[in-house]
């Protein structure tokens, strides 16, 4: 019903910069909260940052001063800049959507992912 596809990973030295992007399609009737979420290797999935429809923010705290989040409503897009990046920074990048869809004749809800993009910060 919806589908998520991120781009912008790759590799970067220490201090360098990424803008990840992730596109939702399908029936959209609307999305709620947006977020980023990274898994290192051995480690468990962790928050990076999210964003309400209204366009509210959080981050966590390791990444805070150097992350921005930002959506684009009209193109059911979310963004993550990542500037200063730090080798502790690797990892999977996985965006999530909470959203209304439409099914046949009826809304429903759902949350979805995308397929993950890898970011490597060499030092």
């Known amino acids: 019903q919806v589908q998520l596809v991120e781009s912008g990973g790759g590799l970067v030295q220490a201090g360098g910069s990424l803008r990840l992007s992730c596109a939702a399609s399908g029936k959209i009737f609307s999305i709620n909260a947006m977020a980023w979420y990274r898994q290192a290797p051995g480690k468990q999935r962790e928050l990076v940052a999210t964003?309400?429809?209204?366009?509210?923010?959080n981050y966590a705290d390791s990444v805070k001063g150097r992350f921005t989040i930002s959506r684009d409503n009209a193109k059911n897009t979310v963004y993550l800049q990542m500037n200063s990046l730090k080798p502790e920074d690797t990892a999977v990048y996985y965006c999530?959507?909470?959203?209304?869809?439409?099914?046949?004749?009826?809304?429903?809800?759902?949350?979805?992912w995308g397929q993950g993009t890898q970011v490597t910060v060499s030092s």
């Open positions: 964003i309400t429809s209204g366009g509210s923010t």
């Open positions: 999530n959507a909470a959203c209304i869809y439409a099914s046949g004749s009826s809304l429903r809800s759902g949350d979805y």
